[in-house]
């Protein structure tokens, strides 16, 4: 299963010593429920089995280790990532969990560019500020309409 090393490592919610806050961008609806929330060294969320926050979860932790880039509108991965090379070669299998992922989040994305871009633009520029990114090798949104 890939996602299950993500509650063992947990890296993504962990800020390495010497390194700035990372602020988690948050849709329009998630500040109205959450607030704020931000890292400083470990996610307060964070629980030894993972995210306590279930299906509150905020889309810019399910996205990851995924960003999307709106002016490309091109999906892009977190390079330090130890699910990389499983989920790149998960991507040749429609039926895999990282091709679940992606198509998951294609629709969320989708649905964002029509109702919260600023979002997406913000969550980005978070990504590509804190993050060493790697395009993906498939890029789900080529015949994908924004209307």
């Known amino acids: 299963m890939l996602f299950e090393l993500c509650a063992q490592c947990q890296r993504c919610c962990h800020v390495d010593p010497g390194y700035p806050p990372l602020e988690v961008s948050l849709t329009q609806a998630e500040t109205k429920h959450h607030g704020s929330i931000c890292i400083e060294s470990a996610c307060t969320h964070l629980g030894s089995q993972g995210c306590t926050l279930g299906e509150d979860k905020p889309l810019s932790c399910k996205l990851y280790p995924l960003s999307f880039e709106p002016e490309s509108r091109t999906f892009h991965f977190d390079v330090e990532?130890?699910?990389?090379?499983?989920?790149?070669e998960q991507l040749a299998d429609p039926s895999s969990q990282a091709s679940a992922h992606l198509s998951q989040m294609v629709q969320a994305i989708v649905q964002l560019e029509r109702t919260d871009s600023p979002f997406l633009h913000s969550n980005y520029a978070i990504d590509a500020d804190y993050f060493e990114l790697e395009a993906l090798p498939v890029n789900p949104m080529v015949n994908v309409s924004t209307s």
């Not at 990532?81 to 790149?88: N, S």
């Open 81 to 88: 990532c130890p699910l990389k090379a499983p989920y790149f």
